[in-house]
């Protein structure tokens, strides 16, 4: 995987420093509304109604539509490297490479007898993936629609991404496969696709980031969502929601499309010095440097 794009002291501010949480969007109508004073956040994942954030020691918060605490955080969390939600659960991967993870009702949920040491996770509607040392995949959770059931022979995977009832998987050669739920053509991956460097899955729609910063996008288009912005370049990170899109520029700014019910491709008018972003389903958030 290439680098951001962003400069050496932007990376290291990122990462050792953190940032303020930017967010857009809301919940069932509510608007959102994060506390005063939300800094030092290294990463953030976003769920359908909650927002996880990952602070630079390693420990991790949550916050609904209404400020903190749902879905609460495992007692004792830390050493927290990243994060995922899902619909109504989150995985958290620690920097020893075990993960937790935990449903919305704060019940701690139940992992592979066999999983150690993954370098990455990715977590659908009702089932996770995780991107194991090796690099083969694991999956578990719901299989109604074949999102678990992970193709034979699949290795040489450097990421992962899930959708709501379907898997992405992206090789060291730059090419893509998925499987599950394809309903809306979102596992038929464009033929001759290749020059991949990172990925994202929404609802019913793909996404990916070829090398060079262009954006490629199929599956469900009932909102815009794969209808990417004319003359969008230079991007260096996606993400997807259930029906929109998000990417962000190597100059810090945000582009968003796809279903604006709740405002959540509604980017705030002057936003720049952004250096991560994460999805809800009708909510988007970023991480702008102090």
Sequence with gaps: MRRSGFSEEQTTRAVT???????????????????????GVVALAAGSRHTVALRQNGTVFSLDYKGFGVPPVPAGLSGVAALVA??????ALRKDGTAVA?????????????????????????????????????????NNHGQTSVPVGLSGVMAI???????????????????????????????????????????????ALR????VVAWGNNNDGQVNVPVGLTDVVAIAAGSRHTVALRRD????????????QTSVPAGLSGVVAIAVGSSHTVAIQLD
């Design 252 to 263: 810090g700014t945000v582009a968003a499309w796809g279903n604006n019910s709740y405002g």
């Design 17 to 39: 420093q953190g940032g303020r949480v930017i967010a857009w969007g809301s919940y069932e109508k509510e608007k959102l509304s994060f506390p005063e004073g939300l800094n």
């Design 161 to 207: 991404a899930a959708g709501a009832q379907h898997a992405v998987a992206l090789s060291q050669d730059g090419t893509m496969v998925a499987w599950g739920n394809n309903s809306y053509g979102q596992t038929s991956v464009p033929a001759g696709l290749s020059g991949v460097v990172a990925i994202a899955a929404g609802d019913h729609h793909t996404v």
């Design 102 to 142: 935990w449903e919305y009702s704060g019940k701690i949920a139940i992992l592979p007898s066999d999983l150690s040491r993954a370098l990455a996770v990715a977590a659908g509607d009702s089932f996770t993936l995780a991107l194991r040392q090796d690099a083969t995949v694991a999956a578990w959770g719901i």
């Design 211 to 214: 090398q060079g910063g262009a």
């Design 86 to 91: 899902g619909s109504v659960h989150n995985v």
